[in-house]
């Protein structure tokens, strides 16, 4: 069973809040840490890294020393037909050669000649080389090769993953902030619109006022009671939303009421660390999404080299010097040796030549994605960018609406105190003066959107 804490209990014990007054304001920044610290999948993400360095270890192994033996018997009626045994101990080294030593003792009755031994045994050792296929390029270089670019690779792929779960996690703090100021536009204007009812009802007790004015009255606070009711409701989705992103030690925790939001444009910019990109966010030579192609383009360039060296003829050439001991100064002689040599070479080379064009196609149909790529993401950047700058504008115009429409029923009001308007105008400027803020709020939360879209596109890291 999941145990799910309260984040307004596990924000005091952690670092993000430094001081008692700040622990009613949970900022931007602080959640995106706390994301990145602890979401599962930020965890998940450093996995890659995990697996590409076990893919370069298993690579490596095709190096590793091999040591191995083996005994092989056969006796029938009391008589020793032969009995072989035989220990190795082989190096294998970058390049298409290999070490080996040997020791074998033989012996038995119906024993093969050419396997028959010194009474101690024999022991040998030599190389074995790959004179054309393999020298310079093989398949175990090739291997190790990849697993390095897999690495670098998984390391860019891991930050595209970390960046997408805290882009969706800022678009949930973006929701939650838009729901949280548009309740309190309507916490503020029930207040209103109670405190008007208390006085229209007294005066209309003393008959001051029409009694139509207490019904008017009453309906618009009623109206905004449903008003507040509602965006309450949407705001506690929108907390809902946003605790899906915050964990702590693997550990579900819940958005307390106490905590409030607070993201202002500087600090949006600031936060997602895309201050310095808006209008210079041209050059996206090391794009993480491009990098990652580019990576791919590296592995199918070593495929093609590999294809290339594989069309060569496959030549083993082999030699062993052969003692009957190993620790006497001059055991060396190099008129005791076994060697050989073994060819290989397919007539028509179907394979390879596939093998090859696989690779070749491969390769191309991944560059034609990196320009494709590319050309996108340069316009988006565009495209963002200029969202972002019209955003920026509409701001500044709703904030003069919005200004300019508090003015207006702060004038009504005072026409209505001397009695020179109605509870109808007066309610009239009140419902323009909250459309005007509640699309400011929601402009605002464009604009927030617009700035985590362009941290996305750019797949900036935190």
Request: aromatic share 10%; charged share 30%; proline share 3%.
């Amino acid at each position: 069973m999941k145990q799910v804490i309260s984040l307004f209990i596990a924000l005091v014990f952690s670092s993000t809040l430094i001081a008692q007054e700040q622990e009613e304001v949970f900022t931007l920044e602080e959640f995106l840490a706390m994301v990145k610290m602890h979401h599962p999948i930020v965890a998940q993400a450093d996995l890659k890294l995990t697996e590409a360095e076990a893919k370069l270890l298993k690579a490596r192994g095709a190096f590793d020393p091999k040591l191995s033996g083996g005994v092989k018997e056969k006796n029938f009626k009391d008589t020793e037909y032969y009995s072989l045994w035989k220990g190795s101990f082989k190096i294998p080294t970058w390049y298409g050669i290999d070490l080996k030593a040997d020791y074998e003792q033989n012996e038995g009755f119906y024993l093969n000649p050419q396997n028959k031994t010194p009474d101690d045994g024999i022991w040998s050792a030599g190389v074995s080389i790959n004179v054309l296929r393999g020298l310079l390029y093989n398949e175990r270089m090739n291997a190790v090769k990849q697993a390095k670019i897999l690495q670098e690779k998984n390391e860019v792929e891991r930050n595209i993953l970390i960046n997408s779960i805290l882009a969706e996690a800022a678009k949930a703090y973006a929701d939650w902030k838009l729901y949280y100021e548009n309740k309190t536009v309507f916490e503020n204007f029930l207040k209103n619109a109670q405190v008007r009812f208390n006085g229209v009802s007294r005066t209309s007790e003393l008959g001051q006022t029409p009694a139509i004015d207490t019904v008017e009255t009453k309906i618009f606070l009623r109206t905004r009671n449903l008003d507040l009711k509602q965006a309450t409701l949407k705001l506690q989705k929108a907390k809902l939303a946003l605790s899906n992103y915050l964990w702590i030690e693997e550990i579900p925790v819940e958005l307390e009421d106490q905590l409030i939001p607070q993201a202002s444009q500087e600090q949006v910019f600031t936060s997602l660390g895309i201050q310095n990109f808006l209008g210079n966010a041209q050059d996206i030579s090391e794009h993480p999404e491009l990098r990652s192609l580019e990576y791919e383009l590296e592995v199918y360039d070593l495929d093609i080299r590999l294809g290339k060296n594989n069309l060569l003829p496959k030549v083993n050439l082999e030699y062993n010097f052969l003692t009957e001991t190993v620790d006497e100064p001059s055991y060396i002689n190099t008129a005791n040796y076994k060697a050989g040599i073994k060819v290989e070479f397919p007539l028509f080379l179907r394979k390879e030549r596939g093998d090859l064009r696989i690779a070749k196609v491969k390769r191309q149909t991944t560059a034609y994605k990196l320009d494709q790529k590319e050309w996108q993401l340069k316009n988006k950047i565009r495209a963002t960018e200029t969202e972002i700058l019209s955003l920026q504008e509409q701001i500044d115009i709703i904030e003069e609406i919005v200004e300019e429409s508090k003015i207006m029923v702060t004038s009504e009001n005072r026409l209505f105190e001397v009695g020179e308007s109605s509870i109808f105008l007066v309610n009239s400027r009140e419902n323009k003066l909250i459309d005007a803020q509640l699309k400011e709020n929601k402009i605002q939360n464009e604009y927030f959107k617009a700035a985590i879209q362009l941290f996305e596109i750019l797949r900036l890291d935190l």
